[in-house]
C-alpha cells in the first residue's frame, strides 16, 4: 500500500516538470566590453558585448576559472555562469552612436522541457560552452536557430504587439526586449566545437520536441532575455527607420546572439532541474537553489581591460563594426585600427590613497543590523573627500579609515572578519 501511495506523486511530478522553469535573475551586467572568450579567446573581441555572470570571466577561461569568482551579477549562490549578448546602441542622424540604457541585467530562463522520448533533462556538463546565433545574420532565416531569436516590444498599457524576430519599427513605450533560446540537444561528446555551434543543435522547434539522432541528449533549455530603454529616444527617431543597432553593426536585429560558458554546480543544477517544479518559474520556491541578495549581485562589477572608449557619444561602434544592413551575410572586417590590445584592468573610480602613503583594501557593506564596520570615531559634512577622511583619521592615529554616501567618514582600529572589504564586489 505504502509503496503504491508513494509512486503515484511521483508520477504526477514527472507531468508537472515539463512545464516547470525557473527565471535566474541577473541585476546588472558585470561588464561592457569587447570581450568573448568562446569566440576571441585571449584576444581583443570583434565587437562589444553586454556579459552578465560570475567575476572569474576573463579573455581566456575556462569551468575552473569561472569557480574563481568572488561575486556574481546573477543570483544562485550555485551559478557562476557566463552569459552574454551583444550591445545595443542608439545612432543618431549624425552619424554619432550612444549605448542604449538596460532595465536591470539579464533574466535567464531555466525550462525543464524534456525530449518527447525520454524524460531525462540533464544539467549541462561542466565544460559546456556554446553560442546561440550568428553576428552575421541580417535577414530571417526559416531556420530554428533564426526562431530562436526574437523581440518583444513592451507596452504594459497598449494592445500586445507580436513578438518579432527583427528589430521593429516601431516605439516600445516600456522598452524593447531581446531574448534568445540556446540549442538544448548536446552531442554527448564535445564540450566546444571549431564553430562553437556544431557540438550543439535545437530540438525540432527552437524550444521543444525531439532531439535528432545526431545530438541525443537533451540539456535544460536555457533562454536569456535582456530589456533595452529604447524608449528613452522617443523623441530622437528620423527617417523611415528605427534607429537601434546592436553592437556588431546590426541595424536589422537579425544578427543578435548569446554566449554560454557553463559555471554551475553542476550536481546543484542536476536536483534544481529534477525538483524545482514551478509553473511560474519563481526561484525562491526552488528549495535547492540558495540566492545572493540583490545589493550583492548588483555590486557585482568587473573592471574593463581594453583601453577604448564604449559609452557616451562615439563616431563609430568599437573595434571593426561599420554598420551593415543586408540582407546579405556581414563581412567580418579586420585591421581597421582598433585597439587589439588587452590591458590593465581600468578602474571606474580614482585611487588616491597611494598619494597620502594609505592602501585602498576594498568595499564592504556598512550598517548591516545597525552595525558599523568601523565604529571608533566619525565625521560628515558635505565637503568630505576620500583625502579629508584619510587626513582626520590618521591625525588620531587610527589604522583604517572609510567614505560612505559622499559624506561620511569613519575610522577605526579593527575590521569584523564577517565584513572583510574585497575588490570584488565593488558595490
Ligand atoms: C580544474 O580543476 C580540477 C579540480 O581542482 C583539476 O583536477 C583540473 O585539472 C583543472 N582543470 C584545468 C583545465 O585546469
Ligand atoms: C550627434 O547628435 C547627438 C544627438 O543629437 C549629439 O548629442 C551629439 O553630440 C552629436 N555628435 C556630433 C559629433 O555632432
Ligand atoms: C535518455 O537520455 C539519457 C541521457 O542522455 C540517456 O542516458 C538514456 O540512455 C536515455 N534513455 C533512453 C531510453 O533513450
Redesign the pocket.
Known amino acids: 500500500m505504502r509503496a503504491g501511495t508513494r509512486h503515484l506523486p511521483l508520477f504526477f511530478s514527472c507531468l508537472e516538470l515539463a512545464s516547470a522553469f525557473f527565471k535566474v535573475p541577473c541585476s546588472t551586467p558585470l561588464v561592457v566590453e569587447r570581450a568573448d572568450p568562446i569566440v576571441d579567446p585571449g584576444l581583443a573581441a570583434g565587437h562589444v558585448h553586454t556579459i552578465m555572470g560570475g567575476s572569474g570571466f576573463g579573455f581566456t577561461m575556462d569551468y575552473n576559472q569561472t569557480q574563481e569568482s568572488q561575486c556574481s551579477s546573477c543570483s544562485p549562490k550555485a551559478d557562476k555562469s557566463n552569459y552574454w549578448i551583444p550591445t545595443l546602441y542608439y545612432q ?5 552612436f ?1 549605448q542604449v540604457p538596460q532595465n536591470g541585467g539579464a533574466l535567464i530562463y531555466y525550462l525543464q522541457r524534456p525530449d518527447p522520448n525520454n524524460d531525462t533533462i540533464l544539467a549541462p556538463p561542466k565544460d559546456l560552452r556554446m553560442v546561440a546565433g550568428s553576428p552575421y545574420d541580417r535577414k530571417y532565416k526559416d531556420t530554428p536557430e533564426a526562431d530562436a531569436r526574437s523581440y518583444a516590444c513592451l507596452d504594459y498599457d497598449g494592445p500586445a504587439r507580436e513578438e518579432t524576430n527583427g528589430l521593429p519599427n516601431y516605439n516600445c513605450p516600456d522598452g524593447l526586449r531581446s531574448q534568445v533560446f540556446f540549442p538544448s540537444c548536446w552531442d554527448g561528446v564535445n564540450y566546444d566545437s571549431p564553430d562553437h555551434r556544431s557540438h550543439m543543435a535545437y530540438p525540432e522547434t527552437y524550444n521543444g520536441g525531439a532531439c535528432p539522432a545526431s545530438h541525443p541528449v537533451k540539456i535544460v533549455s536555457i533562454f536569456i532575455e535582456v530589456i533595452w530603454r529604447t524608449e528613452y529616444f522617443e523623441d ?1 527617431w528620423y527617417g523611415d527607420s528605427q534607429p537601434f543597432l546592436f553592437s556588431n553593426g546590426d541595424p536589422t536585429g537579425y544578427g543578435f546572439h548569446g554566449d554560454f560558458v557553463n559555471g554551475w554546480d553542476v550536481d546543484i543544477l542536476q536536483e534544481a532541474i529534477n525538483t524545482c517544479d514551478d509553473e511560474g518559474g519563481d526561484i525562491e520556491k526552488c528549495a535547492v537553489l540558495a540566492l545572493y541578495e540583490d545589493t550583492f549581485t548588483s555590486g557585482c562589477i568587473l573592471e574593463p581591460s581594453i583601453d577604448e572608449k564604449v559609452t557616451g ?1 562615439l ?1 563609430a561602434l568599437p573595434g571593426c563594426n561599420p554598420v551593415q544592413a543586408g540582407p546579405e551575410d556581414a563581412k567580418p572586417i579586420k585591421d581597421c585600427g582598433a585597439p587589439t590590445e588587452i590591458g590593465k584592468p581600468q578602474h571606474y573610480y580614482t585611487d588616491v590613497t597611494g598619494e597620502l602613503e594609505w592602501a585602498w583594501i576594498g568595499c564592504t557593506r556598512d550598517n548591516v543590523d545597525g552595525q558599523r564596520v568601523l565604529s571608533e570615531a566619525s565625521s560628515s559634512g558635505d565637503d568630505m573627500t576620500v583625502q579629508k577622511c584619510i587626513r582626520a583619521c590618521e591625525a588620531d592615529e587610527y589604522t583604517y579609515a572609510g567614505v560612505e554616501y559622499a559624506r561620511e567618514c569613519y575610522c577605526g582600529n579593527s575590521i569584523d572578519s564577517a565584513n572583510e572589504p574585497a575588490v570584488a564586489p565593488m558595490g
Open positions: 543618431a542622424e549624425n552619424g554619432s550612444t530622437m557619444w563616431d
